[in-house]
Every structure is written in C-alpha cells, then in structure tokens.
T-cell receptor, first 112, second 112 residues
Framework: KQEVTQIPAALSVPEGENLVLNCSFTDSAIYNLQWFRQDPGKGLTSLLLIQSSQREQTSGRLNASLDKSSGRSTLYIAASQPGDSATYLCAVKGQAGTALIFGKGTTLSVSS | SQTIHQWPATLVQPVGSPLSLECTVEGTSNPNLYWYRQAAGRGLQLLFYSVGIGQISSEVPQNLSASRPQDRQFILSSKKLLLSDSGFYLC???????????FGSGTRLTVV
C-alpha cells in the first residue's frame, strides 16, 4: 500500500530564503507525482506535475525534482515571499486505476 | 478552457439530515471525476471516483454515496448525516487517470 510522507510538517522562514520541501513515497511504481498548494479554507491549486519518466519540472521560482528509484521528491522554492505562505501537498499516482495518494502536507510560513 | 465548480461553499447541517453536494466541470467531455474529503488534522481521503456516466467506484465504505447523472456532473449525497461526516469536501477531475488532477474550491460541511 502506497504511503506518502512529507517532512517537515511545518516550516517558518524569513522572506528571501531559498527552501526545500521533502516528499517520500514507499512504492516506486508511480505514473506521476503532483505538488499542490492549499491556502487556508481553500481548494488545491496544482503547482507542478512530474511524470515518472521526468527528473524535474520548473515553474517560475518553483522547481520540483523526482527520484523514483529512491522514492523521493523535493519542491524547491527560491527567494521565498510572504505570499508563498500556505500548505504544500505532495501526491503520487500509482498504477492505472488507483487513486491519487496524498501526504499530509508541509505548512509554510514566510515572514516579512 | 476547463473549469470546475463546486457548491455550496459552506454548509451547516443537523445530524440526521440529508446532504447533496454538487460538482460540475465545463469545457471538456468524459472527464474522470473524484470526491475527496479532508478532515481536520488528516490527509485527503478519496471517497468516490467515476470514469463515466453511472459508473461509480467507492474507496471507503461509509455513510455517503455518489452519483453521476450527466457526463460533467458529480453529486455527493447522504440520507442521514453523522457528526463524523464533518469536513472539507473537494471535487476533482482529469481527462485521463494518468493526467494531473484539477481541484474545485471545496465545500466546508459542519454537522451539528
């Protein structure tokens, strides 16, 4: 059974810092991995989708990497801003027909 | 472009009352549709998914049911709500199970 773990559960940084959020999964047989952002009381916003054949994806200040063999992904946020404060969720898609499995998220707070 | 709509945004219902949450997707046809629940302090849990009209798969046996009466409409229902049904309900779609997921804005349900 696939399990997704995100470390740390919470993170506080001053504005301008570069930071890394970690995601690990137990079953390396995945189709893709997706990073989401969730603001308090809101739905999920997709940030990056990495297919199993890819090693990384970039969007603006965000870079996500995938090491399928070791069951790990990282989300790198460059030059953090207060507007980046949110909960970041990692989710993996296993074999066809299985559900998207989520980690419990990392809650990020960026202070000005 | 494709959009996903969920309503209502918030709902307070007494124990034992019925429930109907609606989700619609625009700008696409034959989407895969999903209902997730996010309870306080817990991760996102897949409740139901549908790959076509009238085709519903249940991931967790519980007090809820789902229906897909039209191609782009997904409904979550209950005949009698329990206190434990409280949570944040999210609808999602993708064009194929191996594509990234797009989530709606969610419904906050409080059962009192």
């Amino acid at each position: 059974k696939q399990e997704v773990t995100q470390i740390p559960a919470a993170l506080s940084v001053p504005e301008g810092e570069n930071l890394v959020l970690n995601c690990s999964f137990t079953d390396s047989a995945i189709y893709n991995l997706q990073w989401f952002r969730q603001d308090p009381g809101k739905g999920l916003t997709s940030l990056l989708l990495i297919q199993s054949s890819q090693r990384e994806q970039t969007s603006g200040r965000l870079n996500a990497s995938l090491d399928k063999s070791s069951g790990r992904s990282t989300l790198y946020i460059a030059a953090s801003q207060p507007g980046d404060s949110a909960t970041y969720l990692c989710a993996v898609k296993g074999q066809a027909g299985t559900a998207l499995i989520f980690g419990k998220g990392t809650t990020l707070s960026v202070s000005s | 472009s494709q959009t996903i709509h969920q309503w209502p945004a918030t709902l307070v219902q007494p124990v034992g009352s019925p429930l109907s949450l609606e989700c619609t997707v625009e700008g696409t046809s034959n989407p895969n549709l999903y209902w997730y629940r996010q309870a306080a302090g817990r991760g996102l849990q897949l409740l139901f998914y549908s790959v076509g009209i009238g085709q519903i798969s249940s991931e967790v046996p519980q007090n809820l049911s789902a229906s897909r009466p039209q191609d782009r409409q997904f409904i979550l229902s209950s005949k009698k709500l329990l206190l434990s049904d409280s949570g944040f309900y999210l609808c999602a779609w993708n064009p194929d199970s191996n594509y990234g997921y797009t989530f709606g804005s969610g419904t906050r349900l409080t059962v009192v």
